[in-house]
């Protein structure tokens, strides 16, 4: 810290003279500590360890890749490790350290492992199971998350229904592939639609007039 010898006040800052009489001030030997936490060198720690795993990442996709090349090239398995580590650097970026909205993160959390799921599931031979199973119980997911963060967060609940309108639209792509036979199991795809369905409906029902005035708000009705 500084003190001006003349009006005999402390200054916290780093400023050579005082404020009020322009006396050049002399420092009284101690340190000032910082009232708030390092969040610049903070971020820029975090910043750092994002890049060096996703370089660790790539470059151990390039080996797995040629490993697999020189191996086996037949079954691509060096690619399903690289859906994982896509996937796990969007999990640090995103759900870790990024600043979106707990929605946000679900959602995209969610469909992005849908994704993978998907193509984990071409990669070694496709039995169906990602679309029979994974892509109408992440749907599920995405209705419980829902449910949960209305539950949590009651004064705002209304805030929910575009996200429950997107779960709907989701959930008619299983339905459409069932019906047009590329999906053989059929149960959780109508579950999936169905809980979607009664979860907007419950809200719009119980919400009454909130509920109605967000709608009108969102859609400029």
């Known amino acids: 810290m500084n003190k001006c010898q003349k009006c005999h006040v402390l200054i916290l800052d780093d400023s050579e003279r005082c404020p009020l009489c322009q006396h050049i001030l002399q420092s009284d030997g101690e340190k000032m500590e910082s009232a708030y936490p390092n969040a610049i060198g903070m971020t820029k720690k975090f910043r750092f360890l994002e890049n060096l795993f996703l370089f660790l990442s790539i470059l151990t996709e390039f080996i797995l890749l040629v490993i697999n090349y020189n191996a086996n090239p037949k079954f691509l398995w060096s690619l399903v490790v690289g859906l994982i580590l896509l996937y796990a650097n969007v999990v640090v970026r995103m759900a870790i350290v990024g600043k979106s909205g707990y929605m946000f993160k679900?959602?995209?959390?969610?469909?992005?492992?849908?994704?993978?799921?998907?193509?984990?599931?071409?990669?070694?031979?496709?039995?169906?199971?990602?679309?029979?199973?994974?892509?109408?119980?992440?749907?599920?997911?995405?209705?419980?998350?829902?449910?949960?963060?209305?539950?949590?967060?009651?004064?705002?609940?209304?805030?929910?229904?575009?996200?429950?309108?997107?779960?709907?639209?989701?959930?008619?792509?299983?339905?459409?592939?069932?019906?047009?036979?590329?999906?053989?199991?059929?149960?959780?795809?109508?579950?999936?639609?169905?809980?979607?369905?009664?979860?907007?409906?419950?809200?719009?029902?119980?919400?009454?007039?909130r509920a109605r005035t967000e709608l009108k708000r969102r859609f400029h009705v």
């Open 106 to 209: 679900t959602l995209s959390l969610v469909i992005l492992a849908i994704v993978v799921l998907l193509g984990i599931d071409y990669l070694t031979g496709y039995r169906g199971w990602s679309l029979n199973y994974v892509f109408p119980g992440g749907i599920l997911v995405i209705d419980l998350a829902l449910f949960i963060l209305m539950l949590v967060n009651r004064r705002n609940w209304q805030s929910y229904m575009m996200p429950q309108i997107f779960s709907i639209l989701l959930s008619l792509i299983p339905v459409i592939l069932r019906m047009a036979g590329v999906i053989g199991f059929p149960y959780l795809v109508w579950i999936a639609f169905a809980v979607s369905v009664f979860l907007f409906l419950g809200t719009l029902i119980l919400g009454d007039q």
